[in-house]
């Protein structure tokens, strides 16, 4: 493995989740996961996708964690649980060995448990939401390494995953860079309009300054200009 900088890794780091709703808007990207949440407020994680699909539990029924330690240090574990909210994928068994492992955090189309660990150790967990039943001969993995459906979102492995306090997003790994450069153009306008602001300007005269209202205007992911 390279020891060389993920530098969109170290770009996407510097954004929040709303600046990079707002490009994937302007590409015409649907990259936001719908409804999934991280067990805590203050949980913020980045990370390139590592990625499976999970499904009901067959007779005998499959493992449901035996991936953990092939998961590389800074990735997300993005687990496809078809959104299933009766049985958890995700307790802390998983959240002490992927803390310990330097994962990024977790991000799950279904519920997790064990949401105390998860806080105490500031491991990134993200959700539809948690409950104690465990998935344990309900659950088992189907498939690794594969594209995966998260709250209405497409992951591939190694797509950049980003969350915060305003919910979690997929930049694809074909379009990162498109992505990236249009919600960094997108904080620049807005620091500067708050700038501008604190200035004593009126916000519609900031906002016409500097474009403000076409920041959003739809383009296609190669167009640049």
């Known amino acids: ?42 949980f913020r994680m980045v990370g390139r996708a590592f990625t ?35 049985a958890t994928i995700w307790g802390d068994i998983l959240t002490e060995i992927a803390h310990r492992r330097g994962v990024a955090g977790t991000l799950i189309d279904g519920i997790s448990r064990d949401v105390r660990l998860c ?9 539809k939401g948690h409950w104690m039943r465990t998935g344990k001969d309900r659950v088992q993995v189907e498939e690794m390494n ?3 459906n998260i709250g209405g979102a497409r ?14 997003l997929v930049l694809p790994k074909d379009h990162e860079a ?19 602001c604190r200035k004593g300007m009126r916000l519609d005269e900031a906002r016409k300054a500097f474009r403000y209202h076409s920041l959003q205007t739809r383009r296609a992911a190669s167009d640049k200009s």
Not at 70 to 85: A, Q
Not at 122 to 127: D, E, I, K, M
Not at 155 to 168: K, R
Not at 178 to 196: G, N
Request: with cysteine.
């Open 146 to 148: 594969c594209a995966v």
């Open 178 to 196: 498109a992505v990236l450069d249009a919600a960094e153009e997108i904080h620049a306008a807005e620091e500067d309009i708050r700038t501008a």
């Open 1 to 42: 493995m390279s020891d060389e900088p993920d530098r969109n890794i170290e770009r996407a780091a510097k954004l929040d989740t709303a600046t990079l709703s707002d490009a994937l808007d302007r590409l015409n990207i649907v990259g936001q996961c719908y409804k999934i949440a991280g067990r805590d407020p203050n």
């Open 155 to 168: 992951v591939a492995p190694g797509d950049i995953i980003c969350g915060d306090a305003d919910g979690v």
């Open 119 to 127: 806080r105490e150790l500031g491991y990134p967990v993200f959700s």
């Open 52 to 86: 499976m699909r999970c499904g009901p539990a067959a007779s005998p029924p499959g493992t449901v964690g035996d991936y953990i330690d092939d998961v590389p240090p800074g990735h997300v574990v993005v687990i496809d649980n078809g959104g299933r909210e009766d």
